[in-house]
């Protein structure tokens, strides 16, 4: 080849070359409904679904509430998206029942619909679910609350800081701590068990409340971290040592993890991954998309015990992995 | 800049001849009718390849720094077990200094180059079967056998870029040279933040895997360790065929470097006794040795402080390993207009107590002002390998050729620390306290930069040695 043709074909090889290194157009269409974008969990749901969605070459359609209560939103996030075409659809039910007419109006025509972290009720109105296994998660700070009072000889006197009544989550994760604990419901060492919709301010009021009525409590099971934080602030208020209280939690944002469970006012939190509900989920959309096998059931995505303090025969990691792996700043 | 010391400083085969050299050359330089030439015609591929060399284990080494985190993350290790790589890497180091001059003595610089870029390739080779066989301790032979062929091409690279050309541009083409090593550095980092880091499985993946699909990703993740090194391998050889087949033309001061390296040998055994009672040269050795650790320390957990402590995502964390580099490279040229306002003791005592108090900052402040002060160390680190070697062996007279090995092998303290400190952040479990290795090994710099002050109270700015070092 003379070097008169050597040029315009190299040209033309390397147009092919960039050709073939381009991406090509998405063939599927995924849409994520998270609750709000005030929360980082919510945040970090969505950055993975949009990393996880240009590695599976497919078009991300993106919608959030306002609050954790904003049904309204979500309703017509669904209808849009449907309208657009979507394949399937990843929603965080902000209320498990009032979303599922409009859950099913979507699955009738022809979307997948994987409900992420929140099941709805009934199960079956969705597809699958992807999600903590939230009972595993309180059994798993019960069992080390109950191995770490008994390493440190306490006569366990309980707080319960729950969620708020008819909430499958807080529901699972009570009933997961109250068994990984090895106790009942009417137990004579639970001093008291009070709401606190997973809100900071309640769950100070509720631990302040809870301690007037029992100062001698030792051991604190909160809900989640905002509600444990609360808790912290009402200990510290009444001047208790961080050392003669064990507090339990479930959730594993950074906030808790860094300024609670690394200084050891927090002593363990069940760390939950929004990022696994995200990349599964977006991944298992896509394949069904391209033909594979629908997804069904329930996924566990995963939880793990994070502590600074292990205690003996309960299996943890440390605070650096909570830290390496939790949402937010 | 790729490894704690600066190789422009005479290796332990390579003896003094930089020290001697230059001072006669320029005198003769005015005399001459001719400028001489910085490579002769006939030398000039060859030289491109040496200083290719320069670079090369410059992006080996420091790629190590960034593998520690990798492979804790990879094989789920402790700290002390993932800093094991530094062993074998700094250990092989060491071990093979000395053969590496035995080697250029008996044989030649171009054997002792050919001898070490085979090793080196072979070891970059040795990935391939260690990510097939997915066990750590192969990996550890591999860079044990990268590292060890490195040794031997960096003892043998220095002293002959020595000898290509006219003793009167020795130093500068020494320093033309030495120049593309921090340029390596930068990139072996480089490679670790763009092409491994970001494509590791993440842990909370791992939490919900089977062993089949751990297996399956772990194999993945090890690719990403391969590549860089199949890389390097192949640049490797590449030099090596460069090197092999083509006729080197007779290096015109290769027996005079010969004859230089050979004297420390020859006189070690009452050199050895007589500078290990010189209390200036014996503490030198111990702040080398403390002084290479903490850069060891420093860079081996830079990248897990910003993950474990700061909670900086994977993908971003090797870029402050980069930024510790550049910082390290910009403060030497700041270092070399510094040390010719402060006499070089007090700059090196000013230096190690602001990496004191970097540490202590990085042990307490557990956020970004933390991880910026790790960052920070990295310009205290940047004057103290040449400033200790030059205060070392200020006065030694014929003593300084056989001093410089002993300097140069304090390496082991790279080799040796990092374990310590990842022994600590393990048993206290606290990725951020661990810095307190690095901490108390810049504190026994700045002691030795009191002694210094104390035993010589009225010595001069700017040491000849330490000014050409830090240049």
């Given at each position: 080849?003379?070097?008169?043709?050597?040029?315009?074909?190299?040209?033309?090889?390397?147009?092919?070359?960039?050709?073939?290194?381009?991406?090509?157009?998405?063939?599927?269409?995924?849409?994520?409904?998270?609750?709000?974008?005030?929360?980082?969990?919510?945040?970090?749901?969505?950055?993975?679904?949009?990393?996880?969605?240009?590695?599976?070459?497919?078009?991300?359609?993106?919608?959030?509430?306002?609050?954790?209560?904003?049904?309204?939103?979500?309703?017509?996030?669904?209808?849009?998206?449907?309208?657009?075409?979507?394949?399937?659809?990843?929603?965080?039910?902000?209320?498990?029942?009032?979303?599922?007419?409009?859950?099913?109006?979507?699955?009738?025509?022809?979307?997948?619909?994987?409900?992420?972290?929140?099941?709805?009720?009934?199960?079956?109105?969705?597809?699958?679910?992807?999600?903590?296994?939230?009972?595993?998660?309180?059994?798993?700070?019960?069992a080390?609350?109950?191995?770490?009072?008994?390493?440190?000889?306490?006569?366990?006197?309980?707080?319960?800081?729950?969620?708020?009544?008819?909430?499958?989550s807080?529901?699972?994760?009570?009933?997961?701590?109250?068994?990984?604990?090895?106790?009942?419901?009417?137990?004579?060492?639970?001093?008291?068990?009070?709401?606190?919709?997973?809100?900071?301010?309640?769950?100070?009021?509720?631990?302040?409340?809870?301690?007037?009525?029992?100062?001698?409590?030792?051991?604190?099971y909160?809900?989640?971290?905002?509600?444990?934080?609360?808790?912290?602030?009402?200990?510290?208020?009444?001047?208790?040592?961080?050392d003669?209280?064990?507090?339990?939690?479930v959730?594993?944002g950074?906030?808790?993890?860094?300024?609670?469970?690394?200084?050891?006012?927090?002593?363990?939190t069940?760390?939950?991954?929004?990022?696994?509900?995200?990349?599964?989920?977006?991944?298992?959309?896509?394949?069904?998309?391209?033909?594979?096998?629908?997804?069904?059931g329930?996924?566990?995505?995963?939880?793990?015990?994070?502590t600074?303090?292990?205690?003996?025969?309960?299996?943890?990691r440390?605070?650096?992995?909570?830290?390496?792996?939790?949402?937010?700043? | 800049?790729?490894?704690?010391?600066?190789?422009?400083?005479?290796?332990?085969?390579?003896?003094?001849?930089?020290?001697?050299?230059?001072?006669?050359?320029?005198?003769?330089?005015?005399?001459?009718?001719?400028?001489?030439?910085?490579v002769?015609?006939?030398?000039?591929?060859?030289?491109?390849?040496?200083?290719?060399?320069?670079?090369a284990?410059?992006?080996?080494?420091?790629?190590?720094?960034?593998?520690?985190?990798?492979?804790?993350?990879?094989?789920?290790?402790?700290?002390?077990?993932?800093?094991?790589?530094?062993?074998?890497?700094?250990?092989?180091?060491?071990?093979?200094?000395?053969?590496?001059?035995?080697?250029?003595?008996?044989?030649?610089?171009?054997?002792?180059?050919?001898?070490?870029?085979?090793?080196?390739?072979?070891?970059?080779?040795?990935?391939?079967?260690?990510?097939?066989?997915?066990?750590?301790?192969?990996?550890?032979?591999?860079?044990?056998?990268?590292?060890?062929?490195?040794?031997?091409?960096?003892t043998?690279?220095?002293?002959?870029?020595?000898?290509?050309?006219?003793?009167?541009?020795?130093?500068?083409?020494?320093?033309?040279?030495?120049?593309?090593?921090?340029?390596?550095?930068?990139?072996?980092?480089?490679?670790?933040?763009?092409?491994?880091?970001?494509?590791?499985?993440?842990?909370?993946?791992?939490?919900?895997?089977?062993?089949?699909?751990?297996?399956?990703?772990?194999?993945?993740?090890?690719?990403?360790?391969?590549?860089?090194?199949?890389?390097?391998?192949?640049?490797?050889?590449?030099?090596?065929?460069?090197?092999?087949?083509?006729?080197?033309p007779?290096?015109?001061?290769?027996?005079?470097?010969?004859?230089?390296?050979?004297?420390?040998?020859?006189?070690?055994?009452g050199?050895?006794?007589?500078?290990w009672?010189?209390?200036?040269?014996?503490?030198?050795?111990?702040?080398?040795?403390?002084?290479?650790?903490?850069?060891?320390?420093?860079?081996?957990?830079?990248?897990?402080?910003?993950?474990?402590?700061?909670?900086?995502?994977?993908?971003?964390?090797?870029?402050?390993?980069?930024?510790?580099?550049?910082?390290?490279?910009?403060?030497?040229?700041?270092?070399?207009?510094?040390?010719?306002?402060?006499?070089?003791?007090?700059?090196?005592?000013?230096?190690?107590?602001?990496?004191?108090?970097?540490?202590?900052?990085a042990?307490?402040?557990?956020n970004?002002?933390?991880?910026?002060?790790?960052?920070?160390?990295?310009?205290?680190l940047?004057?103290?390998?040449?400033?200790?070697?030059?205060?070392?062996?200020?006065?030694?007279g014929?003593?300084?050729?056989f001093?410089?090995?002993?300097?140069v092998?304090?390496?082991?303290?790279?080799?040796?620390?990092?374990?310590?400190q990842?022994?600590?952040?393990?048993?206290?479990?606290?990725?951020?306290?661990?810095?307190?290795?690095?901490?108390?090994?810049?504190?026994?710099?700045?002691?030795?930069?009191?002694?210094?002050?104390?035993?010589?109270?009225h010595?001069?700015?700017?040491?000849?040695?330490?000014?050409?070092?830090?240049?």
């Amino acid at each position: 080849m003379s070097a008169r043709h050597l040029v315009p074909a190299a040209v033309l090889t390397a147009g092919l070359l960039l050709t073939s290194c381009g991406s090509e157009q998405p063939d599927v269409t995924i849409g994520l409904i998270t609750k709000q974008e005030a929360n980082p969990y919510w945040v970090t749901m969505r950055e993975v679904a949009e990393q996880t969605a240009a590695e599976e070459n497919v078009e991300l359609l993106t919608a959030t509430g306002t609050s954790d209560v904003d049904v309204d939103s979500q309703v017509e996030a669904l209808r849009e998206m449907t309208a657009q075409g979507a394949d399937g659809i990843l929603i965080a039910p902000t209320d498990s029942t009032a979303l599922v007419p409009a859950i099913e109006e979507a699955r009738e025509a022809g979307v997948t619909v994987i409900a992420v972290d929140t099941p709805t009720e009934p199960e079956s109105a969705v597809d699958a679910v992807f999600a903590t296994d939230n009972h595993e998660a309180g059994e798993l700070v019960g069992a080390y609350a109950r191995a770490k009072a008994e390493e440190l000889g306490l006569e366990p006197r309980i707080a319960i800081l729950d969620l708020a009544p008819g909430i499958s989550s807080g529901e699972q994760r009570r009933a997961g701590f109250l068994e990984g604990f090895g106790i009942e419901e009417d137990d004579p060492r639970i001093s008291g068990s009070l709401d606190t919709e997973g809100d900071r301010e309640l769950g100070e009021t509720a631990m302040r409340d809870l301690l007037a009525q029992d100062p001698g409590i030792n051991v604190v099971y909160a809900v989640n971290e905002p509600a444990a934080l609360g808790a912290v602030a009402a200990l510290e208020e009444v001047g208790r040592d961080q050392d003669d209280v064990l507090l339990v939690t479930v959730d594993g944002g950074c906030e808790a993890i860094k300024d609670a469970v690394r200084p050891g006012a927090i002593d363990a939190t069940a760390q939950q991954f929004p990022e696994n509900m995200a990349r599964e989920g977006v991944t298992a959309l896509a394949e069904h998309a391209r033909g594979g096998a629908a997804p069904s059931g329930f996924l566990n995505t995963g939880v793990v015990l994070i502590t600074g303090n292990p205690a003996p025969g309960i299996e943890s990691r440390d605070v650096a992995f909570g830290v390496r792996n939790c949402w937010g700043d | 800049m790729g490894l704690p010391w600066d190789s422009s400083q005479p290796t332990p085969s390579s003896g003094g001849p930089l020290v001697s050299a230059t001072p006669t050359t320029e005198s003769q330089e005015s005399a001459a009718p001719r400028r001489p030439r910085l490579v002769e015609r006939e030398l000039l591929v060859p030289f491109i390849v040496v200083v290719a060399c320069f670079a090369a284990w410059g992006v080996a080494a420091n790629l190590t720094d960034v593998l520690v985190g990798v492979f804790r993350t990879i094989f789920d290790m402790s700290n002390l077990q993932s800093s094991v790589v530094q062993s074998a890497y700094y250990g092989a180091y060491f071990l093979l200094a000395l053969p590496a001059a035995f080697i250029n003595s008996r044989f030649g610089f171009k054997a002792g180059m050919l001898t070490g870029l085979g090793l080196a390739a072979v070891g970059g080779i040795l990935f391939l079967p260690a990510s097939q066989m997915l066990v750590y301790e192969a990996f550890l032979v591999a860079l044990f056998v990268l590292a060890a062929g490195l040794s031997i091409l960096e003892t043998s690279a220095n002293p002959l870029i020595l000898a290509m050309g006219s003793e009167a541009t020795a130093t500068r083409r020494l320093n033309l040279a030495q120049a593309f090593n921090p340029v390596g550095a930068n990139i072996g980092v480089l490679l670790g933040a763009m092409l491994i880091l970001p494509g590791l499985t993440s842990e909370a993946a791992k939490t919900i895997m089977s062993a089949e699909e751990l297996r399956a990703s772990q194999e993945a993740d090890l690719f990403l360790v391969l590549r860089p090194y199949l890389c390097i391998a192949a640049v490797l050889i590449i030099l090596w065929l460069l090197l092999a087949f083509r006729k080197m033309p007779e290096l015109p001061g290769e027996q005079a470097v010969l004859a230089e390296s050979a004297t420390p040998g020859a006189a070690s055994g009452g050199v050895a006794g007589r500078l290990w009672r010189n209390r200036r040269y014996r503490y030198g050795v111990i702040a080398q040795f403390f002084n290479v650790a903490a850069q060891t320390c420093v860079w081996t957990f830079t990248i897990i402080y910003a993950l474990d402590v700061v909670g900086v995502s994977t993908s971003a964390a090797g870029w402050y390993l980069q930024a510790s580099l550049i910082l390290f490279l910009l403060a030497r040229f700041a270092m070399v207009y510094l040390l010719g306002i402060f006499r070089p003791a007090r700059l090196l005592l000013l230096m190690a107590a602001f990496g004191v108090i970097c540490c202590l900052v990085a042990m307490f402040s557990l956020n970004m002002i933390g991880l910026i002060a790790v960052v920070a160390i990295s310009a205290s680190l940047s004057l103290m390998f040449p400033t200790i070697y030059g205060l070392a062996l200020e006065g030694l007279g014929e003593d300084a050729k056989f001093g410089a090995a002993g300097l140069v092998m304090a390496i082991l303290g790279g080799a040796i620390l990092p374990l310590v400190q990842g022994a600590v952040m393990d048993a206290v479990g606290d990725t951020a306290f661990g810095f307190v290795v690095p901490a108390v090994c810049l504190a026994v710099v700045a002691a030795y930069a009191v002694f210094e002050l104390r035993d010589r109270p009225h010595r001069p700015a700017v040491p000849e040695t330490a000014g050409e070092a830090a240049s």
